[in-house]
C-alpha cells in the first residue's frame, strides 16, 4: 500500500459548515467593536450555535490549516486591553487565499473533508471508506471515479440519432425533479445563520463604519455576498434550471452525464448549507427521485416519453420498441385485468402497468398473473365499464403491434429483394428447385397476412390489392378476437387464387422439367397446399362463428347500457322529486311554529276566570281577578274572595 499514501492528499481539513459559522462569529464580534480572540469567537459559537467549545476549537485550528481564516497578532489601541498583543483571527481576501487547482476539496461522497484519492478524469475526490468497490489496481495504475467511466462506456454506444431524444427525455425528468428543489431555495451567497450582523467586510474600520449604514443599504451589501461559494465550492454551481438548459441544447450524451449533475447539486447543497438543512433534505430526496426518473427513462423511453407528453389520448396503445409482454394481472380486490410487463424481478414477480383509466402501477406475484391468450371468461364473471374500457384499449394495442410488426416484416422483404435484385439483375425468375416446404410457409400464416405477403410466379397476373383486414367486436377480451377476419367474399377470392396459383406453379413445373422427380414434387406441393386450404376453411368458420357472438355481445352490451342509462334518469327524477318534498315540508312546519308560537302568545295574553271554570274572564274585580259572568262571580265571592278583595280596601281608604 505504499502507493495508496503516495496518491492520497489531504486538500481540506475543518468542516465548510462550521467554517461559515465562524466566519459569521468573527464578523459578529468585529461588528460589535470588539477583538475576535478565540475565546470570543468559542463563547459565541457555544451561545448561538449549540457548540461545544473543545469542538469549535479544534475546528479553529484546521481552519487556519486551510488557510479558510487567517491568524493574526495585534494590540488594541484603547480599551482594558490597550497596548497588549493577542491573537485574533479574520477572514482572508481572495488574495490571501490559494484557489488554484484541478481537484475538489471534498469527497464526493460523503461531503467531508480529509485524505482523498482524486480521479485522473475529472476534479472528484474519494475517501477511500467511500469507494464500495475500489480494487488495489485503481492505487497502482491511474484511479479513474465511477461516474467517468459509466460516461465513457455509454458514449461509446452513443447514436447521434438518440441523442436528441435522450436530451428530450432528460428535460422531462428535470421538469419533475424543480418540484422536490425549487430555483429560490438556490443561495449561493451566505447561510443566513445571523442575518442581522452579516456583512462582507472583515475590518475593525470597515466594521464601525458599517454601523452607521441605514438598514437597506446593509441589505443591499449582504446580496453581494458571493465569496463564500468561491472559498468552499470548487465544482460548478449546478442547478436544475442550468441542467434543463443543458439538456435542451442537447448537450447531455448519457444518462450518466445528468446523474453527475445531479450529484453535483446535492454535494454543493450539502457543503454550503450544512448535511442537516432543509435544503439539504430537499436535495437528497431530489436525488432518489432522479435516480428513480432515470430508471423509469432505462426501463422503457417510449413509455417514458408518452407518458409525459400525452398529445394522443390513445397513447398508452401504441407499441414500444421492444414491445412488452402482454398479460392478466390481479391486483387485491380486482378481477384480473389485462396490462403490460414492463420488467420480471427475479423471474418471480411482475412489474405491471394496467390499461384502462389512470394506468396504474403494482408489483406483484408471478402467481397473480395469467398469459393474454387464456379463457377471460373463466377468469372475469361479471364485467364492469372500466373493464371493458381496458380490453377496449388492449384490443387496440394488439392491433397497433400487428400493424407494425407487418410493416417492419414488409420493409425487411423490400430490403431483401433490392438486395437480391442489386445481385442477380434486374429482374428475377421465380426458382423451379424451391423446396416445397418454403412454399407452404405462405400458406401457414393468418389470411390476412397472407394476402400482404403472397408471391406470384411471373407467369399468373397481378392481383389487386384486396380491403384492409376488418377488426373484430370491441367488449371482449382480445383472447376470443386477436385474429384479423374477412368478410365471405374476401374468403372465396382468397380460395380461388390458392387454386390458381397452385394450377400456374403446376404449368411452370411441367414446362420447366419433365423429369418424374419434377412431377412429383409438383404432386407434393399441389396436395399440401389443397391441405392447407381445407385448414383455411376451418379457421375462417370458426372466425365467423366468433364473429357472430362478438355482434351478440355487442347488442347485449348496448342494451344493457340504455338500460342503465335509463335508470339513471329515473333516479334523478325521483331525487328531484324528494328534494321538492323536502323543501315544502321545510316550508310547512316553519308556517306551523309561527302559527303556534302566536296562539301561545294570544293565550298567554288573556286573564281567565278564577272560580276555576276555565273560561275566559271578562268581569274585573280587583287585581288579578276576574270572572266569566255574574254567577262564577258570586259563587266565588261567597266562598273566598270576600275577605281578601282589594277592591274593598281601596275604597275604604279613600272614605
Known sequence: METCSTQLKVYRRGDPFTCQRIWDAIKVIKFDRKSATAENIIRYCCKHYNLEGKFVKGQLGLLV??????????????????????????IPLESEIDLTGKNDWYCF?????????ACTSCPRVYHVACLNDLKHEDFTEKFVCLFCKEIKFE???????????????????????????????YVWNSVNNNAAYSTPFTTDRCAARLTKMPKQIKSSVEEEEKWRA??????????????????DRQVYKSLAQFRMDTDTVVHNVTIFHGEHSPLADSARVMKRDCAY?????????????????QEEPDWFCHPCNPSHELVYAKAKGFPYWPAKVLRIINGKEYDVRFFGHGHDRLTLDKSFTRPITCNVTSLVPKRSAAWVKAVDELRKHQVMLAEATLN??????????DNQHGKNGASAKPSIAESPTQNRSHYLKPFSVYLNRLEVPAGVDKIDELSEPLICGSKLPFSEESIVSQDVATENSLMDLISSTVFQDNLLFSKANDTENDEITVKDFVSSAMSQDDKLKEEFLELMAARERIVALEKEVESQRQQIQTQKQLIDSQRDEIETQKHDHASMVHTLKEQH???????????WCSNGCGAEGIYHCCFSVAYCNTICQQLHWKSSHKKSCRRERESKRVK
Open 109 to 117: 461522497n460523503c461531503h467531508k473533508p480529509g485524505e482523498v484519492l
Open 408 to 417: 417492419s416484416s414488409n420493409d425487411e422483404e423490400e430490403y431483401g429483394d
Open 65 to 90: 490549516e486551510d488557510n479558510l481564516i487567517l491568524k493574526k497578532s495585534s494590540a488594541p489601541v484603547k480599551g482594558c486591553n490597550k497596548g497588549v498583543e493577542q491573537t485574533i483571527y479574520a
Open 597 to 607: 308560537t302566536k296562539e301561545i302568545a294570544e293565550t298567554k295574553s288573556k286573564i
Open 155 to 185: 458514449e461509446s454506444k452513443e447514436d447521434s440519432e438518440a441523442r436528441g431524444e435522450l436530451n428530450l427525455l432528460l428535460s422531462f425528468a428535470c421538469a419533475r425533479l424543480e418540484e422536490k428543489l425549487p430555483i429560490e431555495n
Open 230 to 247: 468561491m472559498f468552499l465550492l470548487r465544482l460548478p454551481m449546478m442547478s436544475l434550471p442550468k441542467m434543463n438548459d443543458r439538456a
Open 293 to 309: 426518473e432515470l430508471g423509469e427513462i432505462n426501463l422503457c423511453r417510449d413509455c417514458y416519453k408518452r407518458s409525459n407528453m
